[in-house]
């Protein structure tokens, strides 16, 4: 991609392969903006989008790192399919840099030259921006993000209304997440609920496939195929599902009526105090107006299967260990004298790691680490996610360069001059299960001496 930086405006230009007004399309349209804005590893929330002179877009951008940005948008001039001019700035006007924005759409064939023009009111706000809100990269990821979503031309783009669907599984959610991305999980729940699935291969990338066999009780079988478009670990999947012959050709639905031959799906698993939402949305693409419809007219079986095939998960998981390590001790002390032997940094390090900083307040993260007999040591990430003072602190734990999210909680609860602790590690079975320092048992044994021995030698003495 083409970069320019003047004075006080920055210039991006790319060349997609696609036409043009399909480009103009996923830019204008609320149902395609919304999957392809922003850096890598953000999602977008529309709040409205009128696009014409003077409209306004207002959205809510969330950050990998759950940080929430509001935004608004001026259409100051559309021209379809050939320009977009528009000022940004944040959705409350709070922020003293605003800009104007210049997108031109010029038809190269069947493909686009795309060009961003960025104008600031001044050189000492260009250079704020991509200082302090990483402007540059960020748009340069943008764009690649929509060159992947009109990808080869022929993008995975809606024609209809999407089918929507969510469900909650109490299960981490990098354990749902591998439940969708590795063969051994998807043949035991994937499919019309009671087929048997005979998965034929797994290449789970973006441009790779899943192709896989449903067999019914009667011996009647059909064969299926995903394309994987993007894959965002564990946050998203997206992917084409069609019907497919055994060597992986798409074919048309069997069915009498006219089904559209490929469905769109989007994937996202949203995490909640160690449980997982999971969000479905898929629509018709490359489809007729009848092939529509006849999508449309389906949503009422679409969620009684998506339901049948989601109690298959639900119960599934439940056999995948899921079940946390649980301790319990009764400590001679205080339950306020507990709290601040967990809380405060200073007494932590007596009894449990030597950390930099801790506070017991949601959203605070800290780092520490930690090694076994043999003397590897792993980088430990964690951040707090509930504090009931005097009560409860939960906060994730995971370790840096692996897979895998757990989540570790102290629960107090006074016994007379005495104080029960609850100790729950949950999530560990989401941690590579090759690697044997991450067995289970390793934690019982480290968990069991550092509540039983060291914080119970601590608080007692």
Known sequence: MKEIQNDRELVFERLLNAPRALVFKVWTDPVHIVQWWGPNGFTNTNHGMDVSTNGVWRFTMHGPDGTDYKNKIVFLEITEPERIVYRH??????????????????????????????????????????????????????????????????PAIPDSVPFTLSRRFDAPRDLVFRAFSEAQHLAHWWGPKGMKI???????????????????????????KFIYRDIIAPEKIVFVNAFADEEGNIIRPPFPDPWPVEIYYIINFSEANGKTILTVQSSAIHATSEEQQTFLNGFDSMQEGFGGTFDQLQEYMATMNTSPFIIERILNASTALVWQAITDKDQMKQWYFDLVDFKAEVGFEFEFDGGTEDGTQYHHVCKITEVIPGKKLTYSWR???????????????????????????????????????????????????????????????
Do not use: C
């Open 198 to 224: 005979t998965v034929k291969s797994l290449d789970f990338r973006p441009g790779g496939t899943f192709h896989y066999k449903m067999t019914g009780d009667d011996g009647f079988s059909m064969w299926g």
């Open 89 to 154: 700035s944040d959705d409350e006007d709070t922020e003293p840099i605003h800009f104007h924005v210049t997108v031109t759409f010029d038809a190269h064939g069947n493909k686009t030259l795309l060009t961003m023009r960025m104008v600031f009111d001044t050189r000492e706000e260009l250079e704020k921006v991509a200082r302090e809100y990483g402007a540059i990269e960020g748009a340069h990821q943008t764009i690649a993000r929509l060159e992947a979503y009109v990808a080869d031309g022929h």
């Open 399 to 461: 370790y840096e360069g692996y897979e895998g999210m757990s989540f570790v909680t102290f629960e107090l609860t006074p016994e007379g001059q005495s104080t029960r602790i609850k100790l729950t590690h949950a999530g560990l079975e989401t941690f590579p299960a090759s690697n044997p320092d991450f067995a289970k048992q390793n934690f019982v044994q480290g968990w069991t001496e550092i509540i039983g021995t060291g914080l119970k030698g601590f608080v007692e003495k």
